[in-house]
């Protein structure tokens, strides 16, 4: 065994363990607060632009801003989730190992960003979720967001099956016909 394998295998201090928990809690109560902050009274996106207040800071965001700023922190949100539950999960049991800090620190970014990309897989019509006209239900996109956070591997991989339909399937075309050996030619 190699010393980088077998450093990667070292139980982190249990000081350090504790502090780590802590800051991803600390993360997930400030993402909460954002999403209470910004969060649809009746689950309908105001229409124009409307001005939070959130942490002391205002942030005026139009409509369809609202609802990337809500997808991005639920998809954020959904990813600590899993973090906390991977970390009492070893740290109860064989305490958290330095080989998975890393991935701890990229859930949470990789919820956002998942929870961003199926919103736009969404928005562009690639996948359907309600909604009426031009004031979208935010509870679908948020928790698509969630969804996104808590299960990244899923969702990329629901993203790569949009991606196969979209680019390998062959568009059907009523001026083309089947030529010799299957090819496609124009029809005279």
């Known amino acids: 065994m190699s010393d980088a394998s077998s450093e990667d295998a070292v139980v982190i201090p249990k000081a350090i363990q504790v502090l780590i928990a802590a800051v991803f809690i600390a993360a997930a109560v400030l993402v909460t607060y954002v999403l209470i902050t910004i969060w649809p009274s009746n689950g309908q996106i105001p229409k124009g ?39 009492t999960k070893y740290i109860g049991r064989t305490g958290l190992k330095w080989r998975y800090l ?45 969804l996104a956070g808590l299960f990244a591997d899923l969702a990329a991989t629901k993203l790569r099956q949009v991606a196969r339909v979209f680019f390998l399937e062959k568009p059907e075309h009523d001026d083309v016909e089947p030529g010799p050996g299957g090819d496609r030619r124009q029809a005279n």
């Open 49 to 87: 632009s409307k001005t939070y207040k959130v942490l002391g800071t205002s942030w005026t965001l139009t409509a369809d801003q609202t609802l990337i700023v809500l997808v991005i922190f639920a998809g954020t949100l959904g990813g600590l989730a899993r973090c906390l539950l991977a970390l």
């Open 102 to 146: 890393l991935s701890y620190i990229t859930w949470p970014a990789l919820g956002a960003l998942f929870g961003f990309l199926l919103y736009v897989v969404i928005k562009g019509g690639f996948i359907g979720l309600g909604g009426t006209g031009d004031r979208p239900e935010a509870y679908g996109f948020i928790a698509v967001g969630l």
